[in-house]
């Protein structure tokens, strides 16, 4: 199997030999891989865990922040859901050579519209070692090789994770380069791989706004943009005040170094200071920092005695920050129609949710978001590939050619047109 080669333009070149045998692989084969990519996950536990904690030690040293150490933490319980994961996807239905659909035309000729993988696939990821196997899985079931591109920080997981998986890939019958990483090349490897159109068919980069710039200043390779989460909950005047507290608290304390954590709050002036001084006082115990504006200072008011609450003044910087951490803007709006002027603003296009018992405003907030997930009285945390039944995802995209939201099994196919005709020729 190739996990480092002598080249990136040589791995790339093997996978791309080995998304022609994927392509033509029986399902039975790849499940068989996928499930035996599983079983190493858990016998090779220990030798998981030991690399992780070089990253882990080095991130300590250099002070990198709880949010991002959570990111690169794998333990017992993360290894077990990363292989349950991948079994997930042994479950799922193979998506290559699903018919989309198919007719007879009047000339006689039978059209399909058929399924297929896009060949090879490099993911450039940030941080999250689980990201190697996730995307290994989704690639490999889906009929693609892979070239995994992990960051400094993740080095000793990555690499683990890469050679694990690719050694049980193979050894079950897959072909040799189906899984490949490239690693400490910097910057000039980054371009390297994002510039080899001959064998990559795709990048997934999945990561913040500088890997996003830093890949659209280079890429001649097509790009879906797996990046930033500026998520925002809308509390309107109609909401279930208790219900709009437990979905706000959800979305920013649960997992806040995650994409689709909640970054700004977003309250209707007529229930504002009803709700934000109890919502702020469940923030302030799970350890979260304010940033408000005038309005939402105001309605907080004296009614706020709230102990351990740390607010600042929201800037305009605040409104476009994907936070990461346990912070969080908050700002009191006129209408659902000033929450979605405010949202199409500053918002990622990621994940935006309302809370409402009001179908009118419910209705307006989805037709007038324009995000790839929009949620009505749910949590923005919901948007994952593992949620959506997709057994686990590459990324979340934030574009909206080719792929939108989780990138799942059928987003890494592209498809073709099977035609079939009996001597026909055209006039």
């Known amino acids: 199997m190739a996990i480092a080669v002598a080249s990136v333009a040589d791995t790339c070149a093997a996978a791309k030999r080995a998304a022609r045998v994927l392509a033509r692989t029986d399902t039975a084969v790849k499940d068989a891989a996928l499930e035996a990519i599983a079983a190493a996950l858990e016998s090779r536990l220990q030798e998981i865990l030991a690399a992780n904690e070089r990253d882990m030690q080095i991130a300590r040293e250099a002070d990198i922040g709880a949010a991002l150490l959570d990111r690169l933490r794998l333990d017992e319980d993360r290894v077990g859901a990363i292989a349950r994961a991948v079994r997930q996807i042994v479950a799922l239905a193979d998506p290559v050579g699903e018919v989309i659909y198919g007719q007879r035309l009047r000339n006689g000729l039978d059209v399909r519209k058929v399924r297929v993988p896009l060949g090879v696939v490099a993911v450039v990821y940030e941080a999250r070692p689980n990201v190697t196997i996730d995307a290994a899985a989704l690639c490999l079931k889906s009929g693609n090789a892979i070239v995994l591109r992990g960051s400094s920080s993740a080095t000793h997981s990555n690499a683990a994770l890469a050679q694990i998986a690719g050694e049980a890939a193979v050894d079950a019958g ?180 309302i809370v409402t018992r009001d179908t009118a405003a419910a209705r307006a907030f989805q037709l007038g978001v324009d995000a790839a997930c929009v949620y009505v009285n749910a949590s923005t945390r919901f948007t994952d590939g593992g949620e959506f039944g997709m057994g686990a995802e590459i990324g979340n995209s934030t574009q909206k050619l080719h792929a939108r939201g989780p990138i799942g099994l059928r987003e890494l196919c592209t498809f073709k047109y099977l035609v079939e005709g009996d001597g026909h020729v055209r006039a």
């Open 174 to 353: 897959l072909p040799d380069g189906c899984v490949s990483l490239v690693a400490g090349g910097g910057r000039e490897e980054l371009t390297e791989l994002a510039t080899q159109k001959d064998s990559v068919d795709l990048i997934i980069p999945r990561g913040g706004e500088g890997l996003k710039d830093a890949l659209q200043a280079v890429a001649t390779v097509p790009v879906i943009y797996a990046a930033s989460g500026n998520c925002h909950v809308y509390v309107d005047a109609a909401a279930d005040l208790e219900q709009a507290l437990e979905i706000v608290v959800n979305a920013k304390t649960q997992r806040p170094g995650v994409c689709n954590a909640a970054e700004t709050l977003l309250v209707h002036e007529r229930v504002a200071a009803d709700f934000l001084p109890h919502v702020l006082r469940a923030l302030a115990a799970a350890g979260v920092h304010v940033r408000a504006d005038a309005r939402a200072h105001h309605a907080i008011g004296s009614r706020s005695a709230i102990p351990d609450l740390i607010i600042d003044d929201a800037t305009e910087e605040d409104w476009a920050t994907e936070y990461l951490a346990p912070v969080i803007a908050v700002g009191v709006v006129d209408s659902a129609e000033h929450a979605i002027e405010h949202i199409a603003r500053y918002g990622s296009g990621h994940s935006e949710a």
